[in-house]
C-alpha cells in the first residue's frame, strides 16, 4: 500500500511540475489579455445588440484595435515619414513639459527592448566591491560627460521583476559573457533558476 502511495505520490509532482509552469503562464496572458482588451475596448460605446438594444461588448476588439493602429502607424512611418520630419516631431513632443519626460522615457525603453539599435544586447558580469559577481547588460561604454574616464553603465534587471537598477561601475570589473542576451535575461529575471545552454 506505502509503494502505492509513493508512486501516486511521484505521478502527482511530476504533473505538477509540467502543469503548474504552463498553467500559470496561460493565466498570465489570459489575465494581461482580458486586462488590456477591458480598457481598451470601446465596442460597447459605438455598437449595440439589434435584438435588445444594449450595449454589445465583443471580446478582444480592443487589442485587435490597437495592433491595427499600430501597424497602420508602422506602415506610415516607413513609407510617408523621412528622417527629418521624424526628427522635427521628436523635437516638438519633447517642447511639452510633462509629456516630454514620458515621452522620451517610455521611447528610450522601448528602442532599448526591440528597437533597431538595441541596447539590451551586451551581457556582462561584473565584480563587485564586496568579491561578489553580479549579470547584467553594458549600456553606456563612453561617460566622459559625466566626467567618468574609466567607467561604464550597467543595467541590472531584478529577479522575479520588471523593474531594476543603473550601476557605474569600473570599465576593468565588466566581463563580457558568451551567451546572448535573451538567455541572460531569463537568467536574472528566473533568480538563476532558468538553466544556461550552449
Same mark, same amino acid.
Given at each position: 500500500?506505502?509503494?502505492?502511495?509513493?508512486?501516486?505520490?511521484?505521478?502527482?509532482?511530476?504533473?505538477?511540475?509540467?502543469?503548474?509552469?504552463?498553467?500559470?503562464?496561460?493565466?498570465?496572458?489570459?489575465?494581461?489579455?482580458?486586462?488590456?482588451?477591458? #480598457?481598451?475596448?470601446?465596442?460597447?460605446?459605438?455598437?449595440?445588440?439589434?435584438? %435588445?438594444? &444594449?450595449? @454589445?461588448? $465583443?471580446? =478582444? *476588439?480592443?487589442?485587435?484595435?490597437?495592433?491595427?493602429?499600430?501597424?497602420?502607424?508602422?506602415?506610415?512611418?516607413?513609407?510617408?515619414?523621412?528622417?527629418?520630419?521624424?526628427?522635427?516631431?521628436?523635437?516638438?513632443?519633447?517642447?511639452?513639459?510633462?509629456?516630454?519626460?514620458?515621452?522620451?522615457?517610455?521611447?528610450?525603453?522601448?528602442?532599448?527592448?526591440?528597437?533597431?539599435?538595441?541596447?539590451?544586447?551586451?551581457?556582462?558580469? #561584473?565584480?563587485?566591491?564586496?568579491?561578489?559577481?553580479?549579470?547584467?547588460?553594458? %549600456?553606456? &561604454?563612453? @561617460?566622459? $560627460?559625466? =566626467? *567618468?574616464?574609466?567607467?561604464?553603465?550597467?543595467?541590472?534587471?531584478?529577479?522575479?521583476?520588471?523593474?531594476?537598477?543603473?550601476?557605474?561601475?569600473?570599465?576593468?570589473?565588466?566581463?563580457?559573457?558568451?551567451?546572448?542576451?535573451?538567455?541572460?535575461?531569463?537568467?536574472?529575471?528566473?533568480?538563476?533558476?532558468?538553466?544556461?545552454?550552449?
Amino acid at each position: 500500500m506505502k509503494r502505492i502511495i509513493n508512486a501516486l505520490l511521484r505521478y502527482f509532482i511530476k504533473g505538477l511540475l509540467l502543469i503548474l509552469p504552463m498553467g500559470a503562464a496561460i493565466l498570465i496572458l489570459f489575465w494581461a489579455f482580458t486586462s488590456l482588451d477591458s #480598457v481598451l475596448n470601446f465596442s460597447d460605446s459605438f455598437i449595440t445588440d439589434p435584438n %435588445t438594444g &444594449k450595449p @454589445l461588448y $465583443i471580446p =478582444g *476588439l480592443g487589442i485587435l484595435s490597437v495592433i491595427v493602429i499600430i501597424l497602420f502607424f508602422g506602415i506610415i512611418a516607413t513609407y510617408l515619414i523621412t528622417e527629418p520630419i521624424y526628427n522635427w516631431f521628436g523635437k516638438w513632443l519633447n517642447r511639452i513639459p510633462v509629456f516630454k519626460f514620458l515621452y522620451s522615457s517610455v521611447k528610450d525603453i522601448t528602442e532599448a527592448i526591440v528597437g533597431d539599435e538595441k541596447k539590451l544586447n551586451e551581457p556582462v558580469l #561584473v565584480e563587485t566591491s564586496d568579491g561578489t559577481k553580479k549579470i547584467g547588460f553594458l %549600456t553606456q &561604454k563612453d @561617460l566622459k $560627460i559625466l =566626467g *567618468l574616464t574609466d567607467e561604464v553603465a550597467v543595467y541590472f534587471p531584478w529577479s522575479y521583476s520588471f523593474a531594476g537598477e543603473l550601476v557605474i561601475v569600473k570599465a576593468d570589473k565588466v566581463k563580457p559573457l558568451p551567451i546572448s542576451s535573451s538567455q541572460a535575461m531569463k537568467f536574472i529575471v528566473s533568480g538563476g533558476v532558468s538553466a544556461l545552454h550552449d
